[in-house]
């Protein structure tokens, strides 16, 4: 298990990797979404960005860098994965969930004063 792991992550990061399993570069995207969630609320709330400007922003700044790893880092054929929306639907519930709780957390803690 440990190896097939280590497997899929050097293939994430190493440039145009194989894919034999199509839900493998799928999986990918949805925890890089995670991590993007997770470090785009830590600089929303820093920053501080309020308002829909910063949820139209994360939206366009995840899809975005997603389709463009997939497109352009791993060089697949995005139509093999169910085209544009599929790929910037992988996760993307989950991890706008994720980016709006960091974001607020973030952002009451250092902008609020009791």
Do not use: C
Not at 51 to 59: A, E, R
Not at 87 to 93: S, Y
């Amino acid at each position: 298990m440990s190896n097939k792991n280590n497997s899929v992550f050097t293939r994430a990061i190493t440039k145009y990797s194989s894919w034999p399993e199509k839900e493998e570069l799928l999986d990918v995207v949805y925890w890089s979404r995670q991590l993007l969630a997770l470090v785009m609320g830590l600089l929303w709330g820093v920053v501080p960005l309020t308002g829909v400007i910063g949820i139209i922003l994360y939206i366009a700044a995840t899809t975005l860098a997603l389709n463009f790893y997939v497109i352009g880092f791993q060089k697949q054929d995005i139509e093999e994965y169910g085209g544009f929306m599929e790929v910037a639907k992988e996760g993307f519930m989950s991890a706008l969930a994720t980016f709006m709780v960091m974001w607020i957390i973030v952002y009451t803690s250092m902008h609020f004063s009791t």
